[in-house]
């Protein structure tokens, strides 16, 4: 198997990039990659293997993309701009990349014949659950427009399917959490703070709930629809922990050896929903489905990776604006 992985420089798609070279029936993997802030070629530096192949460039680049996908068997489309506050402001560079790109990318596949195409979504899509938990045939309901985004490309993505025959299998994953993780996103934002002496900063009263799930067993179930997936269907992802954001809040204080009173609370942002929640069972009863990293287990490790490569994400905070120097990382909890 010879695999296009786009975003493969990206949170996810790194450690997918690192698991799937292993593989002995993988003969090639190709990352494509715009190294936008959230990608970094460092996120691939541990990866040393004839069959790792590094191309940069952006899923829109329609010549770079039809060379690319003339070259693989199958690919799995990470790729994609994911951060919800960006999205209010940028929506229109949501919607080129996740849309258009993941359209350019789908005309290439139908012109070359590619034997497996994976689109890699989110839970968001569903939008807001009081009660219950959507399946893959429920209503997409996005709240905000990044989730528009995604909901709309994976309509586009299972067109091709109906229309042209690409074989391609949409997955929806919840919150994922691990080691590279971009200091956006609530958890390495949160372990960054606490160990740099900063307050964490939780929405409203931290009643907004999410599943937790362990990049790794995302990407366990990534390789599962990419092995085994029925072209045509959707696979809701998830399995992890529920927590609302102040039980999540709790356990990161504890493990960064801090307490709440190096927590602030702020106003909730726009269209905040307040629960997303999925039926798993289909990935599980089709594919074997089944995450197996425990959120304490998953936790501690990624706030130990944070405590030990502050070079890898201090500078990325949007305070304190110096470099890295100048930065003290809390090493342990007292």
């Not at 198997?1 to 070279?21: Q, R």
């Amino acid at each position: 198997m010879d695999l296009l992985v786009t975003g493969g420089a990206g949170f996810i798609g790194s450690h997918f990039v690192k698991h799937l070279v292993q593989a002995e029936d993988v003969t090639r993997v190709t990352v494509l990659d715009a190294l936008t802030y959230a990608g970094h070629s460092e996120n691939l530096a541990t990866v040393l293997s004839d069959k790792l192949r590094f191309v940069h460039g952006t899923i829109c680049d329609r010549p770079l993309v039809d060379k690319l996908v003339s070259q693989c068997s199958a690919v799995v489309h990470f790729a994609a701009e994911s951060h919800v506050d960006r999205s209010f402001y940028e929506a229109g560079t949501f919607v080129t990349t996740n849309v258009l790109g993941t359209q350019t990318l789908l005309d290439a596949a139908a012109r070359h014949g590619v034997d497996r195409f994976v689109h890699v979504s989110t839970d968001e899509v569903y939008g807001p659950l009081l009660t219950g938990a959507a399946r893959e045939d429920a209503p997409l309901r996005p709240s905000v427009p990044y989730a528009a985004s995604k909901a709309a490309s994976d309509l586009v993505a299972l067109s091709y399917h109906q229309t042209h025959g690409v074989p391609v299998c949409v997955t929806r994953a919840s919150n994922n959490y691990g080691p590279y993780q971009h200091p956006e996103k609530i958890i390495p934002l949160f372990i960054a703070r606490l160990l740099t002496g900063q307050k964490a900063t939780l929405h409203g009263r931290g009643e907004h709930v999410r599943n937790w799930l362990h990049v790794d067993d995302h990407c366990h179930g990534v390789e599962a629809v990419l092995r085994r997936g029925r072209p045509g269907e959707v696979y809701n992802l998830a399995g992890g922990t529920d927590l609302s954001s102040r039980e999540l809040t709790d356990r990161l204080l504890a493990l960064c050896g801090a307490t709440w009173a190096d927590v602030t609370y702020i106003e909730d942002r726009p269209a905040n929903d307040l629960r997303y929640a999925m039926d798993w069972s289909k990935a599980a009863r089709h594919l074997g489905y089944r995450p197996i990293c425990g959120l304490d287990e998953g936790l501690a490790d990624t706030v130990a990776w944070y405590r030990r490569n502050p070079d890898r994400w201090a500078p990325l905070l949007r305070a304190p604006a110096a470099g890295v120097s100048s930065v003290r990382v809390r090493r342990s909890a007292p």
